[in-house]
């Protein structure tokens, strides 16, 4: 199978169409793996096909986030970043200034979902948790200032 079709399917399995674009987007999430914003995905799209554009870019990454193709991380800010939604279940932990994300692990929820699940009668499919704040380096920045 080439790539081409690979994305095909891929696309498919998560109930859309496979387009150039959409798959030259695909590709370049699989290959940075670190999450980037849309704006920096459409600069690195543009090198390769000079004729998508940024509202574009947007519309396919909304698209790929509604179908759980890729997870839109959002800076408190209100800037977001976008990657390829985890295989497993993950948690991130978010430095507000430098804007590293660090994968947690483990999940705290686990328990607290069950008994919410007892509670409410809900069959809970999935859960969303970020956690903000600063690494240890820009702690040290901080305070120096
Ligand atoms: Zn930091
Ligand atoms: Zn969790």
Redesign the pocket.
């Known amino acids: 199978m080439n790539e081409c079709d690979s994305y095909k399917q891929y696309l498919n399995q998560h109930g859309m169409k496979s387009t150039k674009q959409r798959n030259l987007l695909l590709l370049i999430l699989k290959k940075i793996q670190e999450p980037q914003t849309a704006e920096k995905l459409y600069l690195i799209a543009k090198e390769t096909d000079s004729s998508i554009n940024l509202s574009t870019v947007y519309r396919v990454l909304e698209k790929f986030t509604e179908k759980k193709i890729t997870i839109r991380t959002s800076f408190l800010d209100d800037k977001s970043v976008y990657s390829l939604y985890p295989k497993t ?3 991130q932990l978010i430095c507000l200034r430098c804007k590293k994300i660090v994968l947690l692990e483990n ?4 328990a607290f ?1 069950h008994s919410v699940e007892k509670s409410t009668d809900f069959s809970i499919v999935n ?1 969303r ?1 970020e956690l903000y704040g600063y690494c240890r380096q820009c702690q040290k920045i901080i305070a120096a200032n």
């Open positions: 279940h993950q948690h999940c705290p929820l686990e979902q859960h948790l």
